[in-house]
């Protein structure tokens, strides 16, 4: 596990902003957006369908974040990681992500939880 610095730590805990998870199967990568909830260097989301299929078959992932302003770029990062297929915790998951955007508590239940160990974490500020 890649050690997160405290800057890029308070960016990806500081409001709920939506990233893109990218996946990658049978050499066609494939990105959409996702929810996701920072901690103690693993990401966890909750996803379905194409992303979660993808994560079976190949657990490396990265995920695209940034801040903007009306519409001017406040701060980018990138996030490399392995994902994990973590089904007993999807309730959990599901609930701490509801919770940070905002959505009904019992919102998405189909979901299945994914937890991202954190290999790798670059990211700017723009001035």
């Known amino acids: ?75 980018g990062m990138t996030v490399r990681g392995t994902a994990d297929v973590v089904k007993s915790e999807s309730e959990r998951i599901n609930r701490r992500l509801n919770e940070k955007y905002g959505a009904d508590e019992d919102a998405w239940d189909e979901n299945t939880g994914v937890r991202i160990e954190v290999g790798s974490v670059d990211y700017w500020i723009y001035d």
Do not use: F
Request: aromatic content about 6%; overall charge negative.
């Open 1 to 75: 596990m890649a050690t997160v610095s405290d800057e890029a730590e308070a960016l990806l805990t500081s409001e709920p902003l939506v990233a893109h998870l990218a996946t990658c199967r049978d050499s066609r990568p494939h990105a959409a957006p996702i929810w996701y909830v920072y901690r103690d260097g693993l990401i966890e989301i909750a996803t379905t369908g194409t992303k979660l299929e993808n994560i079976r078959h190949n657990p490396a992932v990265a995920l695209s974040i940034q801040k903007d302003e009306d519409g001017d770029p406040r701060w």
